[in-house]
């Protein structure tokens, strides 16, 4: 911080003001006696009318003082209220004078990366890359970071990370990832490593070493950030490997979307977050893990904007992918486009979600649903996006019920959906 020093000039005109002297004062002679006689009257009458009073008084003073230190409830108040009035006025003081010391905030941040480093790993990714011009195939690198999610190989990752379908370009194409090898915190070994599942819906997937005795990392509760709290990124970042940032949390709850248009609910932050920073772990000041790195804006004029999925909402993804190698979500089977009044008006329809496409032998199909219908409902709920159909949806299980109202030619109707697994 920049410090300025502001020199203040002296302004003779108002800072210092003489006294004027009286020129109208006289002198007497030290010879009148006239004058002698009167200064003497003016003596006594002084003694009389200033001197007296003011001795009577004092003396008055000190007999009500000592009769009320003579009364000891008296005294106590009196001495108890100066104490009160010291202590207040030493505690203002020292509010004001206090000095903030980086001792703690240091410590913290040296506690927290001791903790956490030894449970994130950097992470190479090779492709094999096919030309779309010149017909010839080769291999590219990817770098970023995971968290030891057991002590048994178990790593939690992006899926962008590890997915050759989140890096295509229109000029070349991925194949699968051919070698995935892992660093683990002060260990020149790389490990290679295989991947147990992916989420593409979710970015988020798991891979596994054939190693014991790691370090898992201690998860937290993302659900009690708060905003302005203490954080920390620790990760690969242009595969520099151990390298940690820290910073605050700048917002909870930001609705964002990837560049595959997936939307997250994530954890905003200004630490530094670079590429290779995907799949390290957003940690709290007590070294606990409360998100997995994943997105930040770049551009001119955007600094300190990242994102971190809640590490909540990765705890049933990653044992799905564990356990099942994929995550089981109900289905609808519907292909929606979103309707909203200017093009209800347009087209004669209602606002709501318009179904455009329709699955065979989907749950919506053996429903009753049809081409051509407005979901305006879904279990009572009013629906205009599919992100807002999919978000009750979701908190369903394969099997459960679910009511769509919807509007067919100028009316409505209650359908029941009984949800199946998402192909």
Request: hydrophobic share 35%; glycine share 10%; proline share 2%.
């Amino acid at each position: 911080m920049d410090e300025n020093n502001n020199q203040n000039n002296l302004n003779t005109d108002n800072s210092f003001k003489s006294v004027p002297m009286n020129t109208n004062t006289s002198y007497s002679s030290f010879g009148d006696n006239k004058n002698k006689k009167k200064n003497n009257n003016n003596g006594n009458g002084f003694v009389k009318s200033v001197i007296l009073p003011f001795t009577c008084g004092i003396l008055g003073a000190g007999i009500v003082v000592g009769t009320c230190f003579g009364v000891p409830s008296i005294r106590n108040n009196i001495l108890g209220m100066t104490a009160s009035a010291t202590d207040e006025s030493d505690s203002a003081v020292s509010l004001n004078t206090q000095q903030i010391s980086l001792l703690d905030y240091s410590d913290t941040a040296v506690g927290v990366a001791q903790k956490v480093l030894p449970s994130i790993v950097g992470i190479d990714v090779t492709y094999s890359v096919n030309s779309i011009f010149y017909n010839s195939q080769g291999t590219a690198t990817a770098k970023g970071s995971g968290v030891i999610i057991s002590e048994d190989g178990y790593i939690l990752t992006n899926n962008h990370v590890v997915n050759s379908s989140s890096s295509s370009s229109s000029f070349y194409e991925l194949g699968n990832a051919s070698k995935i090898t892992v660093k683990l915190y002060n260990d020149d070994t790389e490990y290679e490593a295989e991947i147990v599942g992916t989420d593409e819906q979710t970015d988020l997937a798991v891979i596994k070493i054939d190693k014991d005795g790691l370090t898992a990392a201690e998860l937290g509760d993302s659900d009690s950030v708060q905003v302005g709290e203490f954080c920390m990124a620790i990760g690969n970042p242009l595969g520099l490997g151990s390298t940690v940032t820290d910073g605050i949390i700048s917002a909870v709850n930001r609705e964002v979307t990837d560049e595959e248009g997936n939307s997250y609910t994530a954890i905003q932050t200004n630490a530094a977050i670079n590429s290779g920073n995907s799949g390290g772990a957003l940690v709290n000041s007590q070294g606990q893990v409360i998100g997995i790195n994943t997105l930040k804006i770049s551009g001119d004029g955007v600094e300190g904007v990242g994102f971190a999925i809640p590490i909540n909402s990765t705890k049933d993804i990653y044992e799905q992918l564990i356990q099942y190698n994929k995550v089981k979500r109900p289905y609808l089977g519907i292909g929606g486009i979103e309707v909203d009044e200017e093009t209800a008006r347009a087209n004669n329809l209602t606002v709501g979600i318009y179904v455009k496409t329709l699955e065979n032998f989907s749950a919506a199909e053996k429903a009753g649903i049809k081409v051509g219908d407005v979901i305006i409902k879904a279990d009572g709920q009013d629906v205009e996006t599919m992100d807002e159909l999919n978000e009750i949806k979701n908190k369903k299980e394969i099997g459960d019920k679910m009511t769509l109202t919807i509007w067919r030619n100028g009316k409505t109707q209650d359908i029941e959906v009984t949800l199946q697994e998402q192909p």
